[in-house]
């Protein structure tokens, strides 16, 4: 009988769940945007240093969106369950930050077309000016690749998630992206598949 409980409470502990398929790929993209945004920050600070933060946009938004888009990855990859890493989450948080950078950088732009494209035209005894022309120039296309991550990432989360609820996998809304698996019901991925602890209790007993 002691050994029997034993196994019981062996197979009743916690079990840590590795990431998914589709988690993997996630947080490859998350990796990819949080990458290109730290560029985005980089070269803004360098910008905005040179003109007295005169463009603050794309410096403010990058930081929001640095500091959102890492406290959910970090959540999700800290616990089994996290609330931040399912799919409505998700598409809500980068839909809401797509249309920011969309907006944003279309004001950006606007105010940049006055800059010429062409920085070496800018004489030789303005080497401060040429640099930050450079700068600018980056930042004006790096602002728009992170657009676009942003928007792929959300557009590949609906897709994705709204073609596995119509397979009839619905707990897809109901657990993160990063612990989903088709085959499994709401629950018996996270909790470790208790239903088979008493079948094996059963058993023994």
């Known amino acids: 009988m002691i050994s029997i409980m034993r196994v019981v409470a062996k197979e009743t502990q916690p079990r840590r769940m590795f990431l998914s398929s589709v988690g993997r790929k996630q947080l490859a993209g998350h990796a990819a945007f949080l990458l290109v945004d730290i560029i985005v920050l980089a070269l803004s600070s360098r ?11 794309p410096f403010a938004l990058s ?4 500091v959102l888009v890492f406290i959910s ?4 990859l800290a616990l089994d369950n996290s609330y931040t890493g399912r799919p409505q989450v998700k598409i809500g948080l980068f839909g809401v930050l797509s249309i920011f950078w969309l907006a944003f950088n279309a004001f950006s732009t606007a105010r940049w077309r006055q800059i010429p494209f062409q920085c070496d035209s800018i004489p030789p005894d303005f080497p401060d000016e040429r640099v930050w022309c450079k700068d600018l120039q980056a930042l004006k296309s790096f602002v728009w690749v992170n657009f676009v991550l942003c928007l792929c990432i959300t557009f590949v989360t609906v897709r994705y998630s ?3 609820y119509s397979r009839g996998n619905k707990h897809i809304f109901q657990s993160p992206l990063s612990r989903y698996h088709p085959e499994l019901g709401h629950g018996e ?5 208790r239903g088979s602890e008493f ?6 007993t």
């Open 63 to 66: 930081i929001i969106s640095l």
């Open 189 to 193: 991925g996270i909790s470790g598949g």
């Open 47 to 57: 910008v905005n240093d040179f003109q007295d933060f005169f463009y603050l946009f």
């Open 73 to 76: 990855v970090i959540l999700d």
């Open 162 to 164: 709204f073609a596995q």
């Open 199 to 204: 079948l094996q209790f059963e058993k023994l």
